[in-house]
């Protein structure tokens, strides 16, 4: 664990993480763009980001990927595609993001993904749970699937057929290829943000109050 566990309104403490193998980046590697320093298109994306987490800045992530400059725009749509539409649900993609974002070590997605889980009444033992080794009875049958696929694609850039056909019993084509997708989105935002050091915000993000 980093940090003390605290408990507090059903909050998760972003100092606060189960055991993997965390990158944990002490500094920027590459300098961080602040939206005054953005225009145009830009800047009404960053000011999204901040208004879109309810946070107090736009998030590190953004003030990376700000750097792409003109292709900014269409990543942007691209992400906010996969991410918010499609045939998967919005909290399923999410529990599949914290599975991939614990398996790449990714300290910076696994803290910005958590809190919307913990504010749709996930517990905090099941949350840990999807930080695991073994497979959890905590987990159901489409879990336990879905997570194996998660674990094939990290390790090994391809889903095995047995855990393809268990997959298949809950997702049709269509959700299979958005599935690719949505985890091969974000292993390319792990491999950016581990690379350029984007560290985690000194805030508490705040959608986690979301339905308590």
Request: charged share 25%; aromatic share 12%.
């Amino acid at each position: 664990m980093f940090g003390n566990k605290k408990k507090w309104k059903g909050f998760f403490d972003p100092c606060d993480y189960p055991k993997g193998n965390w990158i944990v980046p002490s500094e920027p590697k590459v300098s961080y763009i602040e939206r005054k320093q953005t225009h145009g298109l830009n800047r009404v994306i960053m000011n999204m980001m901040k208004v879109g987490a309810k946070a107090p800045d736009t998030i590190n992530v953004f003030k990376v990927l700000a750097h792409l400059k003109g292709i900014l725009v269409p990543y942007t749509n691209f992400f906010f595609s996969i991410y918010k539409m499609g045939g998967i649900k919005n909290a399923e993609k999410e529990e599949i993001i914290m599975r991939a974002a614990w398996r790449l070590g990714c300290i910076y997605e696994y803290s910005q993904h958590r809190p919307f889980l913990a504010g749709k009444g996930y517990s905090e033992e099941l949350l840990d749970s999807f930080a695991s080794e073994e497979d959890s009875p905590l987990w159901s049958d489409r879990q336990t699937a879905v997570f194996h696929c998660v674990d094939d694609l990290v390790a090994n850039h391809l889903v095995s057929d047995e855990h393809m056909k268990a997959l298949k019993k809950y997702y049709d084509d269509d959700q299979v290829v958005q599935f690719c997708m949505l985890v091969g989105h974000y292993i390319m935002i792990a491999c950016t943000a581990e690379s350029t050091g984007v560290t985690v915000e000194n805030y508490t993000w705040l959608n986690a109050k979301k339905n308590k």
